[in-house]
């Protein structure tokens, strides 16, 4: 195990791309313990890891790659320069599986976690998976662990699955959230339970004026049967990273237990739809951070149910403007009111 298979993954996959046009090669991973680092994916390809199968992030830093920063984000997240190439990647690619029985990809990001508590980083800390300018990719039936940051992160892609993962994180871990579509259309997230130091599902859209100019939303965006266990961050997060704009996001079958926010927002698109929603002892129930200038229209929440903890935190509320419909909710939603503040 303490042999690096990085070689070897890396020269299987590019051997087995030789024969994408005969349907499509598997590279199966057997049980055991495989010490890796960061090896590219192929078209037309399926990896997948049997049961007991355990893919294990070198913690060789030195060896990792670095990689220009996105071009929607203009520089890292924990640096200024580039960025740690993530343990799976993959660029331009068509029809791509990464899947198995349940095996497990393990970041062992407690030394990436140390490094970036202590200001040692000199660039952003390696996602688990990341797959950029790619369509029609399926992320399903695994166990993602102690990913050093973000552990799933399509981008600039299209028809994405991710479904039946396991996604475990300490939860405070720095910014393991868990699946980040990020200016991706036509993508489902369903069937998933996570227990994250971050946000479960962060979605985002590039970063200030490198995501303007970049201009590509994330839209057409299903999130189902989700159960997220996060005490620091939101079980949905729409942001904050959104310059490129969010559209067209639909969530359904929520659980947040223990979380701080079943979901927060900075800006949402009029078809962003929340229904049969369960939060259990969060903090709080949701969050909608506006825009001045450009006020939410048309939430459509539904079926929404909300436990309150034992002492509920007390807020000098404000409200301005309101105009909205309810109907049986319990207890009866208090009367909003309009107060001025003089200066």
């Known amino acids: 195990m303490e042999k690096h298979s990085t070689q070897a993954f890396q020269e299987a996959v590019n051997q087995l791309s030789q024969y994408a046009s005969d349907g499509g090669p598997q590279l199966i991973v057997p049980a055991g313990q495989w010490l890796t680092g960061s090896f590219n994916l192929t078209s037309h390809f399926t990896l997948f890891l049997q049961k007991d199968a355990v ?17 929607s984000y203009g520089h890292g997240r924990d640096a200024a320069g580039g960025r740690y190439i993530s343990l799976l990647f993959g660029t331009n690619l068509t029809d791509v599986i990464i899947t198995g029985e349940n095996g497990t990809i393990d970041g062992q990001g407690e030394l990436w976690w140390q490094k970036f ?10 996602y688990l998976i990341e797959i950029m300018h790619s369509d029609n990719i399926q992320i399903s039936n695994l166990t993602l662990l102690n990913s050093p940051s973000w552990n799933i992160h399509p981008v600039y892609s299209n028809n994405i699955i991710v479904q039946g993962i396991t996604i475990l994180a300490p939860i405070k871990s720095p910014n393991t959230d868990a699946i980040n579509p990020d200016s991706c259309t036509n993508m489902r997230i369903e069937d998933n339970y ?16 490198y995501g ?6 994330t839209s057409q965006l299903i999130i189902r049967r989700l159960t997220c266990i996060s005490p620091y961050s939101a079980a949905i ?3 904050s990273e959104m310059s490129g704009g969010i559209q067209d996001v639909r969530a359904k079958d929520i659980t947040a237990i223990n ?3 079943e979901s927060g927002s900075r800006q949402l698109d009029k078809r962003d739809n929340y229904r049969d929603v369960v939060a259990e002892n969060v903090s709080m129930a949701a969050r909608l951070e506006g825009i001045s200038g450009d006020p939410f229209t048309g939430i459509c929440m539904l079926n929404i149910t909300i436990s309150m903890a034992k002492k509920a935190k007390k807020y000098p509320w404000t409200y301005t403007d309101i105009e909205g419909i309810t109907s049986g909710v319990q ?10 503040f003089g200066h």
């Open 55 to 71: 893919l294990l992030a070198s913690q060789e830093i030195n060896e990792c790659a670095v990689i220009d920063p996105l071009p």
């Open 117 to 126: 508590h202590s200001k040692k980083l000199k660039y952003t800390r390696p």
């Open 194 to 209: 996570i227990v994250s130091g971050d946000d479960c599902v962060a979605v985002k859209s590039g970063w200030g004026e």
């Open 212 to 217: 303007i100019k970049y201009g590509m939303p």
């Open 237 to 239: 997060a729409l942001g």
């Open 259 to 261: 979380t701080e926010s």
């Open 331 to 340: 207890p009866t939603p208090c009367q909003f009111s309009y107060r001025e």
